[in-house]
């Protein structure tokens, strides 16, 4: 008996800290949560990163529209595969989508809200005609990657000429409720939404913004900001959107069940302003919404409706702050027709009575309970069982006391507060005391394209003859006897796994669930270049260009640092070759040890051998414990000079034009009427133009470097842009357009302004 106690303690403590499988996506007459994501307005270098983190905090559909201008290059000539710009690449995105099994939900026709010309091509008359070309040019893409080819796209948006379906893919749900995630009320938004258990929720404004250069409808909004930056940073109100994702990856599926009935009043009366309830039942699970757009706290005794009986029954110290929602349980069945799909032990009578926490899943194996919650402040669940649950119960992985009803068989479990972003609290109680256990020992990570070894061990070598390894697919394995009661798997991860991903794996025997784990997926090494050239948009935002870039002197050379994360967990050595036309590193070659999980910058010196100014390109090939190849490039910048260089920096397939100096940097667009993108202080890293830019006008020029300066010309005007030092000299031969800056102070860079005509602008960083 001691033996089972300590291994459910140690069951219940892996419960409590570990990560569990996210259910699979719901099936399509469910209620639908899904975020805006137009690709063609984030560099394609930043899709894979962003997609796996809108599947690891719980959404599965993107919405995108498909601009018809974009991809048609000219009548008859399409770009689906990126040949012409990265971000045209809508073939590999779908592949993208269908690797992480996300679904889409697509809109092929025009309108595109804010982009140029509405999507509609320039000098296509407007027609049935021309559209049905265009759709029937689509559907040779998208056909065969609908859901019921085992493709990503569930849903398209709109009908064809004559209300003809393009695809053979349902219709969004409807209503839709769209939420901008930088809404400061997105929370109570969304959960109004959610509350009305029909039709679709989507998110806008999540990821940061960048048009292409020359597509916004506006050139001065081709930035748009969003509740992520491009860095991956997460800005407050990206809250809203966490919450609603972890309630939705679980609720979903029974709120299509779900109805609202009339709640009686609170133990007050009524509802202070601000105040909204929603009592919503369906025959396995019903919840309270209770959302707080007041400027007081809400604290009170709810009445409800019991479903199936329709007795009142009393949820005590209900407390909602201002700008909270909850979403309380009331009445979740216990078993599969519940929220958990592996609760076949419980009876059709055994439920959560109510919970004063908002409640996201309830797990159960070898013979434990467990259920997360939401709580922004401490709470209780209360249980009715057809058994006493044999403990012990650990609340947020330490261990509780609980309060057993032995006439009612009810029991009471203490929910405690968690401050901490997304107030995410596991408890976890033994039901009983299993006669089988089957685990996963030391499970945390798995490294794409190797061989990891996972442990596991059971209660019996009987058991473990019996057992088998559930894996998601292209993955293999094989089993070593390591001793009669523990199994070591050497688990072969695809090459093709994306980094970041999560991959379910499970133990079975008989039939029977034994234990589950969700290790993350790594590359090998992750490797960067320590002093890549961002690419600003405003004060704030940066963004990496690719290939990374670094500044060079040319007559002493210059200081690199490579820095290597091994992302194993054994030490790893790398092999280093870096190589490229006119330049020498030292040294060429060299080899480093990483410590596991550890990471470790490897200095190179790089010489230009002509000495001559402008960028350079070359390639770090890496070995070992690593395969990687990457592209870098090297500008040449000599003391006291300005260089003119042009590059691609932001991935919109049109490349940008820079004067750099050791003191400051300018970046232009060639659209947009030549958009003054960025003018940084280089000591300090600090941009002093606004998020959009500055000199924004539609259309795009000619730009010709000259020495120091860039030539900009259109029809109309010639705008000449010369950097000496810090100083940025603008002179055009008609008058200058207004702009937004004035002089100012930035931590210890300072920027100054003279106009001493129409035509003349100059602007200093010292």
Not at 255 to 276: E, I, N, T
């Amino acid at each position: 008996m001691g033996t089972k106690r300590a291994r459910l303690a140690l069951l219940l403590a892996l419960l409590a800290i570990g990560a569990r499988p996210a259910p699979a996506p719901p099936a399509p007459a469910e209620f639908v949560q899904a975020v805006e994501f137009p690709y063609y307005l984030y560099p394609a270098t930043l899709w894979e990163r962003e997609l796996v983190w809108l599947k690891t905090i719980g959404v599965r559909t993107v919405a995108f529209s498909i601009p018809w201008n974009w991809h048609q290059l000219q009548p008859g000539e399409f770009d689906f595969t990126g040949r012409t710009s990265p971000r045209r690449d809508l073939a590999g995105f779908l592949k993208l989508l269908r690797r992480l099994g996300l679904r889409a939900w697509v809109r092929p026709s025009a309108p595109v809200s804010g982009w140029i010309d509405g999507g509609w091509p320039a000098g296509t008359p407007p027609g049935a005609a021309a559209q049905r070309q265009w759709l029937q040019e689509l559907e040779r893409l998208l056909a065969t990657q609908t859901v019921s080819h085992g493709g990503p796209v569930a849903y398209v948006e709109g009908r064809g000429p004559g209300g003809a379906p393009v695809i053979d893919a349902a219709a969004p749900p409807a209503p839709v409720a769209v939420v901008s995630a930088t809404d400061p009320a997105a929370l109570a938004r969304s959960r109004e939404a959610i509350a009305g258990v029909r039709g679709a929720l989507l998110w806008r404004d999540v990821e940061d913004a960048l048009y292409p250069g020359g597509w916004a409808a506006n050139p001065a909004a081709s930035v748009r900001k969003g509740a992520v930056g491009l860095a991956g940073d997460e800005r407050a109100s990206i809250g809203a959107l966490r919450r609603a994702a972890a309630l939705l990856r679980n609720w979903s599926a029974p709120m299509s069940r779900m109805r609202a009935v009339r709640m009686p009043p609170p133990a007050a009366g009524k509802f202070p302003d601000g105040v909204r309830a929603v009592e919503l039942v369906s025959p396995a699970a019903s919840a309270v919404s209770v959302a707080n757009t007041g400027k007081l706290p809400f604290h009170d005794d709810l009445h409800v409706l019991m479903p199936g009986s329709g007795r009142v029954l009393t949820i005590p110290g209900v407390g909602v702050p201002p700008g909270e929602s909850l979403w309380l349980p009331l009445g979740v069945s216990l078993g599969p027709d519940g929220l958990c799909r592996e609760c076949s032990n419980f009876s059709a009578a055994e439920n959560i009575v109510y919970a004063t926490a908002e409640l996201l899943s309830v797990e159960y194996e070898n013979g434990l309970l467990a259920m997360e919650f939401a709580a922004p402040q401490p709470g209780e669940v209360v249980l009715q069982l057809a058994r006493q649950p044999v403990g012990p119960f650990l609340a947020a992985g330490k261990p509780a006391k609980f309060d057993w009803d032995d006439k009612n068989l009810r029991v009471r479990l203490a929910i405690p507060a968690n401050p901490a972003p997304g107030n995410r609290v596991r408890i976890g109680i033994a039901m009983e005391e299993p006669d089988s256990a089957g685990f996963f020992n030391d499970a945390h990570r798995l490294l794409i394209g190797r061989s990891n070894t996972v442990a596991t061990e059971y209660s019996s070598p009987e058991l473990a003859a019996r057992s088998r390894l559930r894996l998601p697919g292209g993955f293999t394995a094989k089993p070593s006897l390591k001793s009669p009661n523990e199994i070591d798997y050497e688990i072969a991860v695809p090459a093709d796994a994306l980094h970041g991903d999560w991959a379910d794996l499970a133990l079975e025997a008989d039939g029977m669930l034994l234990g589950r784990a969700r290790l993350q997926l790594f590359r090998p090494a992750s490797i960067r270049l320590s002093q890549a050239i961002p690419l600003h948009f405003g004060p704030q935002t940066e963004l990496t260009a690719d290939p990374p870039t670094a500044p060079i002197d040319p007559r002493n050379g210059g200081e690199l640092e490579i820095v290597i994360r091994n992302n194993s967990r054994e030490i790893q050595t790398y092999h280093l070759d870096a190589s490229g036309p006119g330049l020498d590193f030292f040294p060429a070659k060299t080899d480093v040890a990483v410590g596991a999980m550890d990471e470790r910058p490897v200095p190179l010196r790089v010489f230009v051998q002509d000495g001559a100014a402008g960028l350079r390109d070359w390639r770090l090939r890496v070995t070992g414990g690593a395969a990687v190849d990457l592209p870098m490039r090297g500008l040449s910048l000599p003391r006291g000079r300005t260089v003119a260089w042009t590059a691609d920096l932001d991935g919109d397939g049109s490349p940008e034009w820079v004067l750099e100096s050791r003191q400051a940097r300018a970046v232009f667009s060639a659209q947009d009427g030549g958009r003054w993108m960025e003018f940084t202080w280089k000591d300090g890293n600090t941009n002093f133009l606004p998020d959009q830019g500055e000199f924004a006008a539609p259309g795009p020029v000619e730009v010709k470097p000259a020495g120091d300066a860039l030539e900009f010309s259109v029809r109309g005007w010639t705008r000449t842009v010369r950097l000496a030092g810090g100083v940025l000299t603008v002179e055009q031969t008609t008058p200058l357009p207004q702009d937004q800056l004035v002089p100012e102070k930035r931590g210890a860079a300072t920027l100054a302004i003279e106009r001493p005509s129409p035509f003349v602008a100059s602007y200093t960083l010292r």
